[in-house]
């Protein structure tokens, strides 16, 4: 567009210096030399404050661009460095969170029960005090019943369940609302079996202040845990 907007002023230019010598003034003199700047100054400065015009039109088109493509740049750029932020912090979420999960299956390995049929440890010790609970949860008071095994069981049997207490409240604080549903059933995919079970005994026929991590997560509310509720009511 400029380069054909300057040949355009170029041939004005030129057909007015053809006019004015060859049309209107063929007898030319020095005394005309003041004529000719006259007319040729009245023409060209109109031009040229016309070009001077469209340049600055086009020089504030050109930083207008500019800046929108900067701000859209910027833009972009945060949004990039949101995208980034946020799976950082979801990395180290999940990290942090196998870690807790991987702490508590750790712990059940030191877990035990002692029995007049012996001691049990591990996956064993949490197998024989449902079994146990389950052979005399009717004849007995179930409050009562849990306490005596407890007292019989060691601290770690019971610690499995503070340590998924605590990752449960690691989700239940950190994790976003759109991930933590998903989350909560990997955690709990993660429980064995028998330790959801004692869960459901907690929960039934205690007062266990980490329960509220559980209730907090919605895992009780769960039809999965919900047979084990019933049935160990």
């Known amino acids: 567009m400029k380069r054909w907007l300057f040949i355009g002023v170029g041939l004005l230019i030129s057909a007015m210096y053809t006019t004015y010598f060859y049309v209107v003034g063929k007898d030319f003199s020095k005394g005309d030399l003041g004529p ?61 969170l196998f870690n807790l999960i991987s702490l508590s299956l750790n712990e059940s390995k030191n877990a035990s029960i002692t029995l007049k049929s012996g001691r049990y440890t591990g996956s064993q010790a949490f197998g024989k005090y449902i079994e146990v609970f389950e052979s005399l949860m009717v004849s007995q008071d179930k409050t009562t019943l849990l306490s005596k095994l407890e007292e019989l069981s060691s601290d770690a049997l019971f610690d499995n369940l503070k340590n998924f207490s605590i990752a449960f409240k690691f989700i239940n604080d950190y994790a976003s609302s759109a991930d933590k549903e998903n989350y909560i059933s990997i955690t709990l995919t993660m429980m064995p079996t028998s330790l959801m079970q004692l869960l459901c005994i907690a929960y039934n026929h205690s007062k266990w202040p980490i329960l509220l991590n559980f209730e907090k997560a919605g895992i009780f509310d769960r039809d999965s845990l919900k047979l084990y509720i019933n049935h160990f009511l």
């Not at 007319?39 to 040229?48: A, H, K, Q, T």
């Open 36 to 96: 000719l700047g006259d007319f040729i100054g009245g023409n060209i400065n109109p031009l040229l404050t016309f070009i001077s015009v469209v340049l600055l039109i086009d020089t504030v088109v050109i930083q207008r661009i500019a800046t929108e493509d900067a701000k859209a740049s910027e833009v972009e750029a945060r949004k990039t460095i949101k995208q980034q932020s946020d799976l950082a912090a979801k990395q180290s979420f999940e990290s942090s």
